[in-house]
């Protein structure tokens, strides 16, 4: 049902904003034509869409539409995150997009307002989160960095662990390992769900950020299509086991046939690794880092503190990059900030400015215990930091830390120690890491 006459805002510089409308989607199909606009023309595959298609949540997604025809998307997700202290409902948004023609008239900012003040209304997930096409977007309407990720790329010269790390495991994985107790199959990644299922689930909860999957999640997780693999193979599935058979450890990834004077320097990326120990990840990654043929093997994304990097005796020529990953915000402050745990006590008045959530702006007062839970209420006391909505996003997962938005002037202390016992308070070990794309 249409919203007939509910327009977007004017924007100072673009077009005239008259004549949109905004409704729920309708179905997967309907944000198609926008999106392959939006993207300079690569319409998804029918494979791609049937994946993502099956991901759709109608109800929470929008569209707005100019001439009766949808014009602008926003894709609303209902998931479940491991935040710090354990698993919390966030909502998701992803396909934020807006056709060319209708750019720059506030229907990005229109269609988050709306998406926002819904689940506000709703009191529904305390905290919403995405991840963005470009860093520059979404700090203006409230959302943080929440989580980071480095981009690895180890070069065939620096394969060794520190001899430190070579434990049991890692030792005997040259060797082939059977010693170890440990032996590696590799096989195409759909043929391995439920090792992949199980090891992904029996990890959600080491680290912030990790989306529980279900097997709609879990096909988007392994999907492998041709259209994306840049000439590379199928994707693979290297799964470690222990003596009883029961998969530990495994690592999602492709090979890129390359060839420097006749030898083979094959590109191995890595897509993903998990293990239920420290033992069985040492495991696949000595193996990822011995396979045949492979030269540089490389991941775009993995934690910041990666134990791969303590694993390395020579992380430097991995090269690590840092990047921005996940970007989170607060639906509402309260629910938000009690929604995790605090590593430390604490009790501190807040004074948050929120523009797009204005219900959000004010004093209010969190303390958390020892055992780490934490209360937040609105309270008249004086504040003890100022910050904005976009900060409040940046530590929600305990990856940004306070005291380091205070240096770049993101957070101003108002009373002496405050930011010192909300840094402490906020910080969780380890990083935050989402490894879903949405
Ligand atoms: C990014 C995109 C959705 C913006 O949509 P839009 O309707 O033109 O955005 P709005 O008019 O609502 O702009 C709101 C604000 O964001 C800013 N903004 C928009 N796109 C931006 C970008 N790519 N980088 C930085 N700022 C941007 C606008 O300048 C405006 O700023 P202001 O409030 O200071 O005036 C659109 O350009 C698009 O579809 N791009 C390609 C797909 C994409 O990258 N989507 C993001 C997915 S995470």
């Known amino acids: 049902?249409?919203?007939?006459?509910?327009?977007?805002?004017?924007?100072?510089?673009?077009?005239?904003a008259t004549g949109y409308t905004f409704r729920a989607a309708a179905?997967?199909?309907?944000?198609?034509?926008?999106?392959?606009?939006?993207?300079?023309?690569?319409?998804?595959?029918?494979?791609?869409?049937?994946?993502?298609?099956?991901?759709?949540?109608?109800?929470?997604?929008?569209?707005?539409c100019h001439g009766g025809r949808p014009c602008a998307t926003?894709?609303?997700?209902?998931?479940?995150?491991?935040l710090p202290g354990g698993p919390a409902p966030v909502a998701g948004i992803g396909y934020v997009a807006v056709a060319p023609p209708h750019r720059r008239r506030g229907l990005m900012r229109e269609l988050l307002r709306r998406a926002l003040t819904a689940l506000h209304e709703e009191r529904a997930e305390p905290v919403v989160v995405l991840h963005s096409t470009e860093p520059g977007?979404?700090?203006?309407?409230?959302?943080?960095?929440?989580?980071?990720?480095?981009?690895?790329?180890?070069?065939?010269?620096?394969?060794?662990?520190?001899?430190?790390?070579?434990?049991?495991?890692?030792?005997?994985?040259?060797?082939?390992?059977?010693?170890?107790g440990l032996t590696?199959?590799?096989?195409?990644a759909e043929e391995a769900h439920s090792a992949i299922a199980d090891i992904y689930r029996a990890c959600l909860h080491q680290r912030p950020g990790m989306l529980r999957r279900d097997a709609a999640w879990q096909r988007r997780a392994v999907e492998d299509e041709p259209a994306s693999r840049h000439g590379a193979g199928r994707l693979?599935?290297?799964?470690?086991?222990?003596?009883?058979?029961?998969?530990?450890?495994?690592?999602?990834?492709r090979l890129r046939p390359a060839w420097e004077r006749s030898r083979p320097r094959y590109a191995l990326s890595v897509r993903e690794v998990f293990a239920r120990d420290p033992a069985a990840y040492a495991f696949v990654w000595r193996s990822l880092l011995d396979t045949d043929l492979a030269g540089t093997v490389s991941a775009a994304a993995r934690p910041v503190d990666d134990p791969l990097l303590a694993l390395l005796d020579d992380p430097r020529?991995?090269?690590?990059?840092?990047?921005?990953?996940?970007?989170?915000?607060?639906?509402?402050?309260?629910?938000?900030?009690?929604?995790?745990?605090?590593?430390?006590?604490?009790?501190?008045?807040?004074?948050?400015r929120d523009a797009l959530c204005p219900w959000n702006a004010g004093r209010w007062r969190l303390t958390a215990g020892a055992d780490g839970g934490a209360e937040c209420a609105r309270t008249g006391a004086a504040a003890d930091l100022a910050l904005t909505a976009r900060e409040v996003g940046a530590v929600l997962l305990g990856g940004g830390s306070p005291a380091q938005l205070a240096l770049a002037g993101r957070v101003t202390e108002l009373r002496p120690g405050a930011l010192r016992a909300a840094s402490a308070a906020f910080h969780h070990d380890p990083a935050p890491f989402c490894p879903m794309s949405f």
Do not use: N
Request: proline letters at 8%.
């Open 236 to 253: 693979l599935c290297m799964v470690a086991s222990g003596p009883g058979g029961a998969a530990r450890g495994y690592a999602l990834y």
């Open 27 to 64: 179905e997967w199909a309907e944000f198609g034509a926008v999106l392959d606009l939006a993207y300079g023309g690569h319409p998804h595959s029918p494979a791609h869409s049937a994946v993502v298609g099956a991901l759709f949540e109608p109800k929470r997604s929008l569209v707005a």
């Open 317 to 352: 020529s991995a090269a690590p990059t840092v990047r921005d990953q996940l970007y989170a915000r607060a639906v509402d402050l309260d629910r938000a900030l009690t929604a995790r745990t605090y590593s430390a006590p604490v009790d501190v008045v807040l004074e948050v």
């Open 184 to 188: 590696l199959d590799v096989v195409p």
């Open 1 to 16: 049902m249409e919203e007939v006459g509910a327009t977007a805002p004017a924007r100072p510089g673009g077009g005239p």
């Open 137 to 180: 977007i979404y700090g203006r309407f409230g959302f943080g960095l929440a989580s980071r990720a480095v981009e690895v790329s180890v070069p065939p010269e620096a394969r060794a662990f520190a001899p430190e790390a070579e434990g049991e495991a890692a030792a005997e994985a040259g060797r082939k390992v059977e010693a170890a």
């Open 74 to 82: 926003l894709a609303g997700y209902a998931l479940e995150m491991t």
